[in-house]
T-cell receptor, first 114, second 114 residues
Framework: DVKVTQSSRYLVKRTGEKVFLECVQD?????MFWYRQDPGLGLRLIYF???????EKGDIPEGYSVSREKKERFSLILESASTNQTSMYLC?????????????FGAGTRLSVL | AQSVTQPDIHITVSEGASLELRCNYS??????LFWYVQSPGQGLQLLLK??????LVQGIKGFEAEFKRSQSSFNLRKPSVHWSDAAEYFC????????????FGDGTTLTVKP
């Protein structure tokens, strides 16, 4: 079974802190994604990566950056956390290219910024 | 651009009753369609997928979905709902990009009454 592991289930941070959310997948998948999920807004894509050191902006990249130094690990970085970044963050991975890719999700990190 | 619409934000059904969750998509080419389920506090898990062939597809947990090209729909059904089916359900269409992205609907929350 594919496993996507997010390092924290719950995080509480203060405004202005630099925050790292970590995601690791164990199936040698090419692509990794970061979404945020808010009530009534569904899943919104923040960033994705289709190869090591390669990244592309999603629909809402502002205030976020990402890092993919190794194939299995994809980090989401909040450079200076703000209260409007309080949300559920979901990491996902897919094996390769094309439209038939199933997305495999982690359990999510619920971030609260105070 | 592709899009997915789930017209029902919230549905309540009684345990043992039948269920149908609606999904409409907009996509220029042959769509690759997915339904995912998210239990409370968890990530998303694949329920079923449609790529080609028989337009009625079976998934896990007793769910099925029917692809209707003429209606641009991919509705999810279950003949008899169990209390454990209470969750949020997402319809998605795969996009033919280099990263295997999917476009998700906003989700439908299912509540099951005893």
């Amino acid at each position: 079974d594919v496993k996507v592991t997010q390092s924290s289930r719950y995080l509480v941070k203060r405004t202005g802190e630099k925050v790292f959310l970590e995601c690791v997948q164990d199936m040698d998948h090419e692509n990794m994604f970061w979404y945020r999920q808010d009530p009534g807004l569904g899943l919104r894509l923040i960033y994705f990566s289709y190869d090591v050191k390669m990244k592309e902006k999603g629909d809402i990249p502002e205030g976020y950056s990402v890092s993919r130094e190794k194939k299995e690990r994809f980090s989401l970085i909040l450079e200076s956390a703000s209260t409007n970044q309080t949300s559920m963050y979901l990491c996902a991975s897919t094996p390769g290219q094309g439209a038939k890719n199933i997305q495999y999700f982690g359990a999510g990190t619920r971030l609260s910024v105070l | 651009a592709q899009s997915v619409t789930q017209p029902d934000i919230h549905i309540t059904v009684s345990e043992g009753a039948s269920l149908e969750l609606r999904c409409n998509y907009s996509y220029g080419a042959t769509p690759y369609l997915f339904w995912y389920v998210q239990s409370p506090g968890q990530g998303l898990q694949l329920l079923l997928k449609y790529f080609s062939g028989d337009t009625l597809v079976q998934g896990i947990k007793g769910f099925e979905a029917e692809f209707k090209r003429s209606q641009s729909s991919f509705n999810l059904r279950k003949p008899s709902v169990h209390w454990s089916d209470a969750a949020e359900y997402f319809c998605a269409v795969g996009t033919n990009t280099n990263a295997g992205k999917s476009t998700f609907g906003d989700g439908t929350t299912l509540t099951v009454k005893p």
